[in-house]
């Protein structure tokens, strides 16, 4: 048996993917262009999925550049910049760096009311 690539449970014999990991990716595709996250939800909601393994789904890497989630938000990412005339490039890879620099970066222990120096 083999486990299922996004949420590691047994996918079946000869199969990558379980089941209702399959369903989800076949809901996403029903999306087409310009889909919100909230919509992308709704449709794996509506698979039936508990929220943990739809949880995982989106936090799967593969292919080792970026998660759905990177994806989805490298792709949200680019329309919002474009939307404000700015053209960006993000692609999930990005969005998979700066989400581990961010987890990286030291904590620096604040006083209360002094502003954070590493938000702008
Ligand atoms: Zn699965």
């Given at each position: ?27 996403i ?47 949200m ?11 960006t ?7 998979k ?24």
């Open positions: 048996m083999a486990n299922c690539l996004y949420c590691q449970e047994k996918a079946g014999w000869f199969k990558a993917v379980c089941p209702q990991c399959q369903a989800m990716l076949n809901a595709q029903t999306l087409g262009q310009g889909f919100s996250f909230r919509d992308m939800l709704d449709v794996l909601m509506a698979t039936h999925a508990p929220t943990e393994k739809i949880e995982k789904f989106l936090e799967t890497d593969i292919k080792g550049q970026g998660s759905i989630r990177d994806l989805i938000t490298a792709r990412t680019n329309e919002l910049a474009r939307t404000v005339g700015q053209a490039d993000t692609d999930a890879h990005k969005v760096k700066i989400r581990e620099e961010e987890k990286k970066r030291p904590k620096i222990p604040l006083k209360p009311g002094q502003p954070d120096p590493m938000r702008k």
